[in-house]
């Protein structure tokens, strides 16, 4: 079979690994835009759930994806004038221009070829290809020239945000929340790689006009932004430059489709959804939607049309859920201004223990899904003690030492150490 898949990011090249792997007869060819190595943004999350995807799909890229991978342990988030609260759990964090390495290296390996600098504005030239996969992103070119064809809905948030990096490297995923004359600003950050974090800065429309972003330059946005989160960096600078593209501020559109193919065009990852970033799962899903359509149609063998409509079948119904998580998640934070005014107003949790307003306020940011049972706020009020804290982490480091010896990764030490946050006022 012929394969021609647009697009070089992470559902691309992962497709063209796994549809290689199951079978190597497959010509299979990535067509990239961009020259090797660029990339928007920095840095990427992941959970335990996707490394054992990697590592039951391609040991080889996987273990290589976890080699480059930062280890981050709880969340931190700080409310101004209200305290820090902590919401215990780990996860990990790369680099996306070095995921990208890594699963182009993998997939010229196994001989898939790969094409840069090259714009696919019509499918014409690719008629003579069984399949046409369209990983190019939410702004997928090859979905927009089918016009009307995959029921597309695009649906933008009103948060403003923008995607930068800091030279602060960070040991924790951190949220700080600042108060402004003009309102509250955020931010979430995490690690990406040795010296470097992510940092994502959102606030409400009018926080964003009152604080002039709508009309203040590149360098200048920066600045200001460093003043606000000054605490919170530890005097560390923002980066908006990374791999020669400059961050802008934009707000999210939510992408989704009634259908994910049309005749032999298959949409996938981003070109087919997207969910909100708060979520921390846009790779996750990229990366499963490669892996699922790759085995559908190795299973289905020279029935393309009954492997499309299984995977669009498939592939919609497991992703609903997530979705709509990601909807809810969206909208709490498009109202965070009210949370963060009662948990300063008020300076108790809803458990009436007298603690700080952060807890209360962190509590809510993680139940933003749905109910939770009254028990569960009695559980995060313990997770703040310290001792109950570090006890966590010494289960996570056990649990993390069995998950790795049973996918066959090589297995970290059972005791990790933890760098310490830094000075209570200024670290993550």
């Known amino acids: ?92 964090s790369m680099q996306r221009a070095a995921l990208l390495e890594i699963l182009a290296r993998r997939a010229l390996e196994l001989g898939v070829s790969v094409e840069y600098r090259h714009e696919v504005d019509d499918l014409r030239p690719y008629a003579d290809a069984d399949l046409i996969v369209a990983a190019d992103g939410a702004n997928s070119r090859v979905r927009q020239a089918a016009g009307d064809a995959f029921g597309t809905r695009a649906t933008t948030g009103s948060n403003p945000y923008i995607w930068l990096g800091t030279d602060r490297l960070l040991d924790s995923f951190a949220f700080a929340f600042e108060r402004t004359p003009a309102g509250w600003i955020w931010c979430h950050a995490y690690p990406s790689s040795a010296g470097l974090s992510t940092c994502i800065v959102e606030s409400t429309r009018r926080t964003w006009e009152g604080l002039g972003f709508d009309e203040r330059g590149d360098v200048d946005t920066l600045r200001e932004l460093e003043k606000i989160f000054a605490e919170p960096l530890g005097g560390h600078a923002l980066i908006s430059q990374c791999r020669g593209t400059t961050a802008r501020w934009q707000r999210f559109t939510e992408i989704t489709n009634e259908r994910w193919y049309h005749d032999n065009v298959v949409l996938l990852g981003d070109a087919a959804h997207t969910t909100h970033f708060t979520l921390g799962s846009g790779t996750a899903l990229a990366i499963v939607d490669a892996v699922m359509l790759a085995q559908i149609l190795h299973d289905n063998g020279d029935d393309l049309t009954a492997a499309l409509r299984s995977f669009d079948a498939r592939g919609r119904r497991a992703l609903h859920p997530v979705q709509a998580a990601a909807r809810t998640s969206m909208a709490w934070f498009e109202q965070t201004d009210c949370y963060l005014d009662h948990a300063i107003d008020h300076g108790v949790g809803v458990g009436g223990g007298g603690e700080p307003g952060a807890v209360s306020f962190a509590y809510a940011m993680a139940g933003r899904h749905g109910p939770q049972p009254p028990w569960r706020y009695q559980v995060h009020r313990a997770t703040q003690v310290p001792a109950v804290r570090r006890a966590l982490r010494g289960l996570h480091a056990g649990g993390r030492w069995w998950l790795a010896r049973h996918r066959g990764e090589s297995t970290p030490p059972r005791t990790e150490p933890v760098r310490a946050l830094g000075a209570a006022r200024h670290g993550y």
């Not at 020259?35 to 999350?45: D, E, F, K, Q, R």
């Open 1 to 92: 079979m012929r394969i021609v898949c647009v697009g070089g990011g992470p559902a691309g090249f992962y497709f063209a690994i796994s549809t290689k792997l199951r079978n190597p007869a497959h010509d299979v060819t990535v067509i990239e835009r961009d020259p090797p190595g660029a990339t928007y943004g920095w840095g990427v999350v992941y959970w335990d759930n996707l490394l054992d995807v990697f590592f039951r799909n391609d040991p080889p890229s996987a273990r290589d994806i976890r080699a480059q991978s930062t280890l981050w342990q709880e969340q931190r988030i700080s409310v101004a004038g209200a305290g820090t609260a902590y919401l215990a759990g780990y996860g990990f």
